[in-house]
């Protein structure tokens, strides 16, 4: 296989990532939504940990892009 | 009819300077780094102490939050006016934050944990602005948070204020971070390099986070921008579809907003919590 060929299979394969992070974020929204439909009061305590738990699961995935794009553009 | 007025349409936004071609090349574009004025200093050496675009954007994000602040203070009222409501919500907001992450000897922390909060949210937040079509090469809008140079700068400014923290407040102490208690001796051989390693890649993780999602935001708006310039060019019926990327488009901006905020709060929220290891060493 030619080198240029390796590297763009390598640069998708990197931004796999993403399918962890689609899951991971329907768990989050899931269990936010259920744990406030289940006790609607407790939701405006939840929020600021929700937003936080989506941004730390959110860059999980941009990992997977930055490595793509050292595989794409660096080597 | 209707595909005449269409094509009318298509013919007057082709020719405005929003759809120069010279503007649409490519993602990674709007990330260079220009100098604007090149300061003599050793201009090509290992130190180059130019104005480049990327400070100019610090520079601009540094004085609209002076600005802000300024104005927020300028008349203290015991009842708030506006400015200085949304002053103190944003210095209230912080330092429920620091309260809630390290406790009352936080307060200590709290100019840094502010300004750093400020700095990045401005830069962020400033770089989402769009740049006025023709404007001169170097002088368009610039997140200097897209850079990791930036980033990994302020994350390692807060890691070494931990280690030195830690290591004044506890001594040899604040190695108990790696032995964490209650955990039963034959594990320690496993846990302690975990400990180090998840140590050491702190500064690494908060760095590429910020730096990654500042990047990959900007590059998908202008992947979808260029759906949008890609399809009005292509004419006839596909010009219409371009309404399909542009609402795309805003609904990625107003994700972008919310994400400029988040990264920035994330990462004062963890160096709080790094903080709190520092001062609490010992779980």
Request: aromatic share 12%.
């Amino acid at each position: 296989m030619e080198a240029e060929a390796a590297k763009l299979i390598g640069a998708g394969l990197a931004v796999l990532p993403l399918a962890g992070v689609g899951i991971g974020l329907g768990i989050l929204f899931g269990n936010f939504l259920s744990g406030a439909f289940r006790n609607p009061s407790a939701k405006a305590g939840l929020t600021s940990d929700f937003y936080i738990a989506f941004a730390l699961t959110e860059a999980t995935g941009l990992f997977g892009l930055v490595v793509s794009l050292l595989i794409l553009f660096v080597f | 009819m209707a595909g005449a007025l269409i094509d009318g349409l298509a013919q007057l936004l082709r020719n405005t300077p929003l759809m120069n071609p010279a503007r649409a090349e490519g993602p990674l574009e709007h990330f260079e780094i220009v100098r604007l004025i090149p300061l003599p200093v050793n201009a090509h050496g290992p130190i180059d102490l130019s104005i480049t675009n990327s400070t100019l954007w610090m520079f601009i994000g540094i004085g609209t939050a002076i600005l802000f602040f300024t104005l927020a203070t300028r008349r203290l009222q015991l009842v708030p006016g506006g400015m200085q409501s949304m002053g103190e919500m944003v210095y209230e907001f912080i330092s429920k934050m620091l309260r809630d992450a390290v406790g009352e000897e936080g307060r200590a922390f709290f100019p840094y944990i502010f300004t750093l909060f400020v700095f990045i949210f401005m830069s962020n937040f400033l770089g989402l602005l769009p740049t006025i079509p023709g404007t001169p090469h170097g002088w368009h809008v610039f997140t200097p948070t897209s850079h990791i140079i930036v980033t990994i700068t302020l994350a390692m400014l807060s890691i070494l204020i931990v280690l030195i923290v830690g290591f004044v407040k506890n001594g040899l102490g604040f190695l108990k971070l790696f032995v964490p208690s209650g955990v039963p001796w034959w594990l320690m051989p496993l846990i302690t390099p975990i400990e180090i390693i998840s140590f050491l890649s702190r500064p690494i993780s908060l760095s590429v986070r910020l730096f990654a999602n500042m990047l990959a935001g900007h590059m998908v708006l202008k992947v979808f921008a260029g759906f949008v310039t890609g399809l009005i060019a292509a004419g006839g019926a596909l010009t219409a579809l371009a309404i399909v990327p542009l609402f795309g488009m805003v609904g990625i901006f107003i994700l972008e907003f919310l994400v400029a905020f988040l990264q920035a709060f994330v990462f004062a929220v963890l160096s709080c919590v790094y903080l709190n290891d520092a001062l609490h060493p010992s779980h």
